[in-house]
């Protein structure tokens, strides 16, 4: 049970664990803090909080547990001005999409408080975002991916895990730099993909007559390309290393595909097509991987 919970950003990612655990019955009070106070107001409207904050060091003064959700370029300014205010038991985790650049802002910014910061990562969401796409079901099980560090307070972790896991999730901790090479690959280079095809369809001028004739290939492939830009230009750029590693692989296979389709060598793209479709055939297939599959 959570006596008092902050939520620093109440959008699809805070929001959803609010009204989980108040679903739940499993958290006393919510208090809410997102820095615009029309998404403060649509949250408490929609009884996703409980009352709200006009700052940063009002929502958390008197939490004990804060969990940070806001885009990564942000969070090293929201540890700064929450770091005084802290009680010493308060735990702080956060939501955010690659971890080493958070782990680092909080490690700078918390100083002797950063034992009590339980990185985190929930591997769920949806292209939406703001308080009105917050839903209670977004991390059933869904996974949510740990990553203390040596100074991390075991007992902060525990509780953090718990936490998740009475969200409905299924808690993992992983090693940081694992965890960000392996997001990269499953979560941002798609992104990136899906945010260049859309952008440079957008840019023909033909491209209302174009999209016309779009149907669920397109719009399996496009749907991620919705999501919120500044989200994504701070994941771009937080995990940075990983990602450009990946789009200079991705870049070479596509050149190799570009270059079977100039010289007409189909066995090369049945070769590359047919390795892929089994591959995910097969790796699909797996409940595992079908329980993480979106909600
Ligand atoms: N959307 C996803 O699918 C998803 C999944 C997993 C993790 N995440 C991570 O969760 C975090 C939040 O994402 P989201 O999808 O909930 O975004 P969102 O846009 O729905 O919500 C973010 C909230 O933060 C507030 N905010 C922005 N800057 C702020 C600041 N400087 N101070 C205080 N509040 C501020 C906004 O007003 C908004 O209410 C991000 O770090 C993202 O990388 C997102
Ligand atoms: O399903 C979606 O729309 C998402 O973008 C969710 C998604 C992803 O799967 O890539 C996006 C970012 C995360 O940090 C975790 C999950």
Known sequence: MIKHLAIIGVGLIGGSLALALKKAGLVEQ???????QAAREEAL???????????????????????????????????????????PQTIVTDGGSAKQQVIDAAR??????????????????TEKSGPSAAFSELYQQHRVVLTPVAETNKSALVRVRQMWQQAGADVFEMEVEHHDVVLAATSHLPHVLAFNLVGMLAQREDCDEVL???????????????????MWRDICLGNRSAILELLQQYRSGLDKIEQAIRQD??????????????????RFADPDLKDNSEV
């Open 30 to 36: 919510v208090t809410g803090y997102s820095r615009s």
């Open 45 to 87: 409207a929609l009884g996703i909080i409980d009352n709200t904050a006009e700052s940063l060091a009002e929502a958390v003064s008197d939490a004990d547990m804060v969990f940070v959700a806001v885009p990564m370029g942000a969070m090293q300014t929201v540890f700064e001005q929450i770091a005084p205010h802290l009680k």
């Open 108 to 125: 700078q910014a918390l100083g002797n408080k950063f034992d009590q910061f339980v990185p985190g990562h929930p591997i769920a969401g």
């Open 212 to 230: 016309r004739y779009a149907a669920g290939g397109f719009r399996d492939f496009s749907r991620i390309a919705s999501s919120d830009a500044v």
């Open 265 to 282: 060598d189909g066995d090369y793209l049945i070769d590359i097509f047919g390795r892929a479709k089994r591959a995910r055939d097969t």
